[in-house]
């Protein structure tokens, strides 16, 4: 899936909403902290295997991952330290959700669902790791084979359907692949002649 074309075509129904909200004054940092809670609950319930609460609770707290955003440009309130606070709260997120699968997995008899989780967990940290130390060297790592709306997407797939074990390896999977890819990306762009003449 383009998550570019994502952003484009969900652009102007966020961008109503976050007017919307911002009438009412809600900054974006309360709808990032929210978004995170409903993350961190949809995690809890996954590990209770109640999937469908879960994947309510994620579905929404996707919403406002999405609209935080929003709502800061609308309402002149984008800052570095809501940025930060975001990119931050959505790897504790991941976390929540993640292990969470991992632990209703192996609580089913897989003694080693828990490791499985702990690998994808670890996947999903790197890719946004690779993004942010590109960035900070000057060079962007958006794109990839597995980004954010792809982890999201297939995060809700594994909690409709229950079908933990698989989606966890592919998660895991999908995410490593991705690591290499930006890894690759970034060691070509930072080794060009270019960026370095003599």
Not at 153 to 172: N, Q, S
Request: net charge positive; aromatic share 10%; glycine share 14%.
């Amino acid at each position: 899936m383009n998550a570019e074309r994502w952003r484009e075509s969900a652009g102007p129904w966020l961008g109503r909403l976050a007017r919307y909200l911002d009438r009412w004054g809600i900054h974006p940092n309360v709808i990032t902290v929210l978004g995170f809670l409903l993350s961190l609950g949809a995690g809890g319930l996954a590990g209770l295997d109640l999937r469908w609460g879960a994947a309510l609770l994620w579905m929404f707290g996707g919403l406002c991952d999405a609209l935080d955003g929003a709502l800061a440009r609308v309402s002149g309130k984008a800052s570095p330290a809501g940025a930060f606070l975001d990119s931050t709260l959505d790897r504790y997120s991941d976390a929540a959700v993640l292990l969470g699968m991992g632990a209703a997995w192996q609580r089913a008899g897989t003694a080693w669902g828990g490791w499985i989780a702990g690998i994808a967990l670890l996947g999903a940290l790197m890719v946004s790791y690779t993004r942010a130390r590109g960035e900070g060297l000057g060079i962007s790592l958006r794109e990839g084979l597995f980004t954010r709306l792809e982890r999201f997407l297939l995060v809700l797939i594994a909690l409709l359907t229950g079908w933990y074990g698989p989606l966890l390896i592919l998660f895991a999977i999908l995410a490593h692949l991705t690591v290499l890819q930006r890894a690759w990306q970034a060691m070509r762009m930072l080794s060009s002649p270019e960026r370095h003449p003599l």
